[in-house]
């Protein structure tokens, strides 16, 4: 008998020795659909978090019944697979095969603990059409759910079905131990949505408030989950984020693709991350319409290594922080090794007056950029309309290097932007080895300083004056550093 390896691509290439398959059935579909997230009295919830940007799924307390499993064959090697369409999945793009998933997944997370693996498989060729599902764990063994084929939901808003959550689509919820693997597409399907007359490029004047729901869907959302691997797969055209982490640790990306059309509007993020620890997104592609990848509050540890952006979006984000006089804090993060390219942004950082916390210990190092707006930028008076007065608090950036950034930018806009609060300075800011040039023409336009204290370490282009320098500062940065003690 074969002996699997503990890790999870090994096991991967395992697969391929199987001969023959077994399939097992024991409980009833775990897997509930939510109803619609207004009506709150009468869903039981999970327990509630601090998440600002999003929240956490509802289970309606009503399952569907499964379809009749198929009959079960042996399997070889201690791996069970589970094909969707042994489950009565049709395959065509057009027949809704949500049952059909449920119960095959529920049987591989019911599978008997003596197996090491289960597998979910999304077969090759075919394209399978599912709506607003919650897959619920933790599950019996570790679970491949392996997207070889084409998962698509509902083509668009008006054909979303009544009572179904448009917020969010495919839902992992308490999952412990999971890789997302294959060579297939997640397809959000999401131009109807962003053709919705609510989103912010279909109202280019500003003129006139245009009415309708601006609901859309995330596509895949991970809540309150841990040990996640992704490889492989692609995920293109959500109508809002691709992939969210709520609540999430020990999380390792690798070889991921995320696609839309830089035309796609605002809140089209690559990746988002919140409230989680211990984020590993190496060596992927993501070009969208807005942030790459965004880094919200209560995120530490978070490595980011070998990353193409763009073309098109906002770049890379920390940020927003403190909307709505909120507190936040995020810390320990790293960005290496990547490429920016005809984006908004490069490295941000975005903060609303009015609220408390801290940024710190962030590193973005080695780091090409392409004709890039801003390539550099803080900015701690975000705001998305005309009335947002300054205000005393701020959250506090602090310790933050920026080193061997290199590349060319667009000249309507500084290639360094500090814009920092007038009452909570920006400190400790550390630049090394800067190379930015315009990508058009050969006048080079000075770096902005406001508010911003820190040290250049060496010779860079353009010239950096504009720090300030002042030890009490740079004290009362180390002293602050710390999110718990603001």
């Not at 409980?27 to 600002?52: G, K, Q, V, Y």
């Not at 808003?157 to 919820?173: A, H, I, M, T």
Request: proline content about 7%; hydrophobic content about 30%; glycine content about 8%.
């Amino acid at each position: 008998m074969l002996k699997m390896s503990r890790d999870p691509f090994s096991r991967f290439t395992t697969l391929i020795l199987i001969t023959s398959y077994i399939f097992s059935y024991e409980t009833e579909a775990r897997l509930l659909h939510d109803n619609d997230m207004h009506n709150l009295n009468s869903i039981p919830e999970p327990p509630s978090s601090s998440f600002s940007q999003s929240q956490p799924p509802f289970i309606s307390p009503n399952p569907n019944d499964p379809s009749q499993p198929p009959s079960p064959c042996q399997d070889l090697d201690q791996e069970v697979v589970h094909d969707v369409r042994n489950y009565g999945a049709a395959g065509d793009g057009i027949t809704d095969d949500t049952d059909a998933f449920k119960t095959a997944r529920d049987s591989a997370c019911s599978s008997d603990e003596d197996n090491n693996v289960s597998v979910l498989l999304v077969p090759y060729g075919f394209t399978f059409m599912i709506h607003s599902t919650i897959f619920t764990g933790p599950c019996r063994s570790y679970q491949y759910f392996q997207v070889d084929g084409t998962i698509v939901p509902r083509d668009g808003p008006e054909s979303w079905p009544s009572g179904f959550n448009k917020r969010q689509w495919l839902v992992f919820y308490r999952i412990n131990g999971m890789a997302l693997i294959g060579n297939g597409v997640i397809d959000g399907r999401g131009q109807k949505w962003w053709d919705l007359p609510c989103k912010p490029h279909r109202n280019v004047s500003k003129t006139t408030a245009l009415t309708g729901s601006c609901e859309s869907p995330a596509a895949l959302r991970f809540f309150m989950s841990s040990n996640l691997s992704m490889k492989g797969v692609t995920i293109k055209n959500s109508p809002q984020f691709h992939m969210t982490f709520d609540g999430c640790h020990e999380v390792h990306i690798n070889s991921l693709r995320i696609t839309s059309p830089p035309s796609s509007p605002n809140t089209d993020h690559g990746i988002h991350i919140e409230n989680s620890k211990s984020i590993e997104i190496h060596n992927s592609f993501i070009s969208n319409g807005d942030d790459c990848i965004s880094i919200g509050s209560g995120s530490y540890n978070i490595d980011i290594r070998n990353l193409t952006c763009g073309p098109g979006g906002h770049g890379i984000s920390i940020g927003s922080l403190g909307n709505q006089n909120s507190r936040a804090c995020v810390s320990n993060v790293t960005v290496r090794d990547s490429f920016i390219k005809f984006s908004d942004n490069g490295v941000r950082i975005k903060t609303w007056q009015g609220g408390s916390g801290s940024v710190s210990g962030v590193t973005f190092d080695s780091i090409q950029m392409d004709n890039v707006r801003n390539p550099i930028i803080i900015d701690q008076y975000y705001c998305t309309s005309k009335n947002c007065p300054n205000k005393t608090n701020a959250v506090f950036v602090n310790d933050i290097v920026y080193q061997s950034i290199k590349g060319t930018y667009d000249r309507r806009s500084p290639p360094i932007h500090f814009g920092c609060s007038n009452s909570v300075p920006c400190a400790n800011l550390t630049l090394s080895d800067i190379d930015l040039v315009p990508s058009k023409g050969v006048t080079v336009v000075d770096p902005f300083c406001w508010n911003a204290y820190g040290v250049v370490d060496e010779f860079s282009v353009p010239s950096i004056s504009c720090l300030k320098s002042d030890s009490s500062t740079l004290l009362l940065g180390g002293l602050l550093g710390k999110c718990g003690i603001l």
